[in-house]
């Protein structure tokens, strides 16, 4: 019978996040479809709050917490994973791919003699095996995958299943696990202040600026104090995430007028990030292809480009605004209020 | 000063502006065109080439590797244009860069290769690569190298790497929403999957390129055949999306309307 | 111009080899194959010893301006005899895009649209022919020997780059390096010891900036100049040197191309090769080549004497396109890449001093295009090998590349090979152009069926003379006050004016379908897009910027491959994107302007550039 390990660790507050709740309803779903046994394992400074907040999946819970573990460490986080998964036997590891764990649970793989596939979109059972499904060359093609190699490791991307709630009274086995010898100490966290936020995952909007904010305009002079008002007026009116293309992001290196809150961060595309939201509005951007793909999980698609010919218009997103980013963004911002 | 063995690796992947589709063959899933296809570094394995090397310029005594698992004809045309980057050794394991080859393969590869470099010192090793690949994009092969050398200070999506002057390293990792985690290890060895770092990329200098390639021509041309058969991984089916939506243009209507339209759908 | 009060002191820096080649085409191709292969003696040791590097066989660098070997060139169809020559026992399907040609066919197109401006002959051609026609193509019923590339071969020269690239550093005795551009020949009166690469680290206007690395001179005993037909250090040769009496380069075109996936069901076969005439214009030529795997490469030629001064050959080139004949076969496939190259079409008239104290010319920018047969690459490749044999000659005998020893081996092997002759032929072969298209293809007809005995006379004129002003080209079509109000109207909404004037005359609209009508700018995002490093000036330049800002026609910006050059809105000379430019150099002689300095140059400096199209297919 095999036995799936549900991995998850808990975040600065004591909860679990969203995509780990997800990723439990799959892990669920697959021991099932395997008429496999399920087990949890949570880490943490204090993983109490969260056992009891999916105690209704009926699993056995085991828990690694103290000090050590509170912040994300690959050292002590392998440690841990290692220690729930030796514990519990486990055949099949899935786990969300946040930051923590991609950082973390490939090194599991090495330790427990098996194999891990990452960033999964999807997860199944086929046959009675399980199936993976995984993006390859930058979200430009998507394959699925079985092996036969155990223990394997799964880290699941965000969004692929509905979070899991079933809270109730956890009794969580606490393993120990020595991580004196770790030479590495976390100082903290460099977070934007709520002002300066710009990038926010949970955003149901992704706002993109594209490069024409910063190029000359009709009147042949460049308003990038214009464009910064205008992106962070519309940034605060809705909580959107900003992103933008490369050519916005790269030309900060020529001497160019740049946009001061982008980063190399906010960058969308093939070398950029592919994130997650409902909607998604692209201003001044041509809609080149190696931008879009970083586009691929934006269900809702509008864009605003003076050139009705731009990539946009070729089947790329919903609706093409065609007209002067400038204007369009100015009279939305006022109608938000 | 500390003084470093720093060892990159990094492989090639397809040109990121050309059109990808993949297509099967008996012996599995791979790009159509492959061979004929533009290649490059692996940009983020780019970052970290130049985030070595300099690192080992502020580091007298400090040495820098280019590990690369990759097909040899295909790599000795990239290095042409890499090789003019940055001073680096070069040390080749003749083999697919294909995104699909199973992650722990080609850690395994990767590896060996190291164990075999000579004159590698691991109390000295600062592992570097790039925390995703732009072909597989697992980010997991550079922790499964590291754990498979016995290196278990590790750090992801790094931005910003600082020497302190006893030797201990502060590391800059990116996480979610923007944010950074700042870390201290106590020195060398460790783990560091860079994402874009701080560095522009460096100008092309045929000087540096002529004095890599002296050396690293005859790596290129003893490259042994990696074997990557280890896995029972298989790919069933690989595809494109169908992406095409079908698109409205909404043309010569005023500033007004269109803001409306925009609104509403963003309240909706 | 650059202001050297706060540049900061960075010194060049300087290094030597024995033989530095500028610019990987098909003509350094065949030099470095033929050279490599004979720097080794059978038992190992080498014929000559390095001058630089003491104990080695001699150092051999050739530097490549794009960023990669294969990058941003054509497809072709050759006779390929000097490629066959190197290589005897040439299996093409070694070579990605590569096939025999099995069939070839000459087209004559009726205009089914009725926008066409056709002389006399070519209405009747229309009318007399339609009853042999099938699609509005008329197949002549043989193909003239001189124009017959039967047995050859198709490929794409940038996947024989690559092939032939790969084989030469497998060799180990010569590098290759991609992404250096090369800025000029370093010279010693006449004499050339080398070359200056491009600087970086500097501002558009090449003023050093932030991290200003001046280009390395590479100091050689023999520079071999490969550039091409745009290349800079051709073209600074041309200039310090001048070219010998009565020879000019006023003759040019640009190849419009490029690849396409066929639909499925396409009844061309690999090794088809279709030449195209008299569709969309009289003037332009279409060429259409399917290699195997059910891809195509095709396009067409905008030539210098096409006298429309908005000539924008990428519209053109879908409107050749959608031409019956051809849409049937094509309707349903996808564009895979695009791309634009320009031709020097002056051939041996066109040809410079071949060799000097130092240096020597092979290729395209040496005058080997042989302008009555269409063919160049193959041309180029011999050259090339003249040159290595040459070299391996001197080298053996010890011997100094001077003026005399390279005239008295590699110039005397041109004059005595076959290209010579071929290009003798040739040479007059387009003069009627200059006064018509009618007199041009009678012309180039006499010419090649008499092997070069009778020609059509005609005197070549600069190609920015013979550009007439929109509204003279539109005499009779449009009248001169509508000229002016499209052109306002045009400014105001920052549309392009060729469009408006093609639409005002009768060419449809493009429907453009995504897939293979696509814009001009996704074509150039298809298949690898245009890169452009940063820390370079820009290579596109204007003499003079008081000439531009009262030009009318901006030919310039009309015609260009890549939309790059495009109108400031303040006014003055053009502006210049460089993220943009596919290099393919058109804008060099698309001006309506002489440069004031040089009268047989236009208004617009093309020069030393990085970056350009990331395509290894067309």
Known sequence: MSKVLYLAHTECDGTLHKSALETLTAAKALAEGLGGELAVGIIGADVAAAADSVAGCGAKIYGVSGPDFADARYASDLAAAEAVATACGAEIVVAPATSRFSRALPGLAVRLGGRVDTHLSGLAVADGQPVARRWFYRQRMEGTLTRSERPWVLTLDSGIAEPFAGAGSAEVEALTVDVSGVRTKVAGLECPSEDQQTIRPDARVLLVAGAGWTKKQADGAVHVDVAEETILNFLNATKSSLGSS???????????????????????????????????????????????????????????????????????????????????????????? | ???????????????????????????????????????????????????????????????????????????????????????????????????????????????????????????????????????????????????????????????????????????????????????????????????????????????????????????????????????????????VPQQRRETRVVKDAPVDEMAREIVEWLKS | MSDTTDTPEVPRAEMEADIVCVGFGPAAGGFLTTLTRGLMNEDGTPVAESAVVPGMPPQVICYERADDIGFGVSGVVTKGRALRASFPDLDLSQIPMAHEVTDEKVLYLRDPVGASRRPAV????????????????????????????????????????????????????????????????????????????????????????????????????????????????GQHLDRALGLPEGKHQREWAVGMKCVVDLPEGCDWQAGTVLHTIGYPEPEIFGFLYVYPGNVASLG?????????????????????????????????????????????????????????????????????????????????????????????????????????????????????????????????????????????????????????????????????????????????????GEVLEIRAECARKGTSLHDALMDRVGWPQIPLDGTLLVSHQDALLMGGKVQAAPGYGDHVRFADPYTCEACRERVCIEACSGQAIYTNPEGGAPLFDREKCVHCGACMWNCSKSDLKDSERTNVCFRAGSGGLHSVEN
């Not at chain 2, 000063?1 to 012996?27: K, N, R, W, Y």
């Not at chain 3, 090449?206 to 050689?220: E, I, Q, R, S, V």
């Not at chain 3, 564009?335 to 079409?345: D, F, P, T, V, Y």
Request: with cysteine; glycine share 12%; net charge negative.
């Open chain 1, 246 to 337: 490369k050519s916005l992001v790269d030309i900060s290196g020529e001497g160019n007028a740049v946009i001061s809150f982008l980063t190399h961060m906010h960058q969308v595309g093939q070398t950029g990030a592919s994130p997650r939201h409902a909607k998604g509005l692209s201003t001044c951007c041509h809609g080149e292809e190696p931008h879009v793909v970083g586009w691929r999980f934006i269900s809702e698609r509008r864009a605003i480009n003076t050139d009705a010919g731009c990539g946009w218009a070729q089947g790329k997103c919903d609706v093409l605004y065609v007209g002067d980013a400038f204007e369009i963004m100015k009279k939305v911002n006022e109608m938000l209020g």
């Open chain 2, 1 to 239: 000063m500390s003084e470093f063995h720093i060892v990159v690796c990094g492989s090639i992947v397809p040109d990121p502006l050309q059109t990808l589709a993949p297509v099967e063959a008996p012996t599995g899933w791979s790009l159509k065109n492959e061979m004929m296809l533009p290649a490059v570094l692996d940009p983020w394995a780019g970052h970290a080439l130049y985030e070595a090397a300099n690192l080992a310029k502020k580091h007298p005594g400090s040495r820098v590797w280019l590990v690369s698992l990759a097909p040899k004809a295909k790599l000795q045309q990239v290095m042409m244009a890499v090789s003019q980057k940055a001073p680096f050794e070069l040390v080749v394991a003749d083999g697919s860069a294909s995104g699909f080859t199973d992650s722990h393969e080609t850690a395994r590869v990767l590896a060996e290769t190291i164990k075999g470099i000579a004159g590698l010192e691991t109390s000295k090793m600062l592992l570097f690569g790039g925390w995703q690949s732009a072909s597989r994009g697992s980010g997991a092969v550079m922790q499964m190298v590291g754990e498979m050398l016995g290196v278990s200070e590790q750090f992801q999506g790094v931005d910003k790497l600082t020497v302190h002057d006893d030797g201990a390293i502060e590391v800059k990792e990116r996480i979610e929403g923007g944010s950074y985690q700042n870390s201290l290890v106590d020195g060398a060895p460790a783990v560091f999957g860079w994402a874009t770092g701080e560095l522009p990329e460096p100008p092309n200098n045929p000087q540096i390129g002529m004095q890599n390639m002296q050396k690293n021509m005859p790596a290129l041309m003893q490259a042994k055949p990696a074997d990557l058969s280890g896995t029972t991984m298989k790919l069933a089916s690989v595809a």
């Open chain 3, 122 to 233: 070519f209405k009747l051609a229309d009318k007399a022919l339609g009853r042999w026609m099938e699609d509005d193509a008329f197949e002549l019923p043989y193909v003239p020997p001189f124009l017959q590339k039967h047995p050859g071969m198709v490929f794409s020269i940038g996947q024989l780059n690559q092939w032939v690239g790969g084989n030469l550093m497998g060799t180990g005795m010569a590098q290759i390096w991609p992404g250096s551009p090369v800025a000029e020949p370093l010279m010693d009166g006449r004499a050339v010891t080398g070359v200056r690469m491009a600087d970086q680290g500097v501002e558009k206007n090449g003023t050093p900036g932030p991290g200003y690395m001046p280009g390395m001179d590479m100091k050689a005993a023999l520079t071999v100049v490969a550039d091409g037909p745009v290349g800079p250090v």
């Open chain 3, 300 to 480: 067409i030629f905008v030539p210098s004497w096409f006298g429309n001064p908005v000539r924008t050959a990428y519209r053109y080139m879908q409107h050749w396109m959608q031409h019956p004949y051809l849409w049937k076969r094509l309707q349903g496939g996808t564009m895979r890449s695009g791309g634009a190259k320009s031709l020097q079409e002056s051939g041996r008239r066109g040809a410079p001093f071949l060799c000097g104290d130092g240096f020597a010319r092979i290729g395209e920018g040496s005058g080997s295009t042989n302008v009555l047969t269409g063919s160049g690459v193959d041309e180029a490749w011999a050259t090339g090998v003249m040159l290595g044999e040459s070299v391996l000659e001197l080298m053996k005998e010890g011997k100094p590349y001077t003026r005399e020893t390279l005239e008295a081996t590699y110039v005397a092997r041109r004059r005595a090979s076959w290209v010579e002759e071929e290009a003798k032929v040739a040479e007059k072969s387009r003069d009627g152009f200059v006064s018509s298209v009618v007199k041009g293809f009678i012309g180039m007809g006499l010419t090649g069926l008499t092997n070069g005995l009778i020609n059509m006379p005609g005197s070549p004129i600069k190609p920015q003379d013979r550009i007439p002003t929109i509204e003279e080209y539109y005499k009779g079509y449009i009248a001169e």
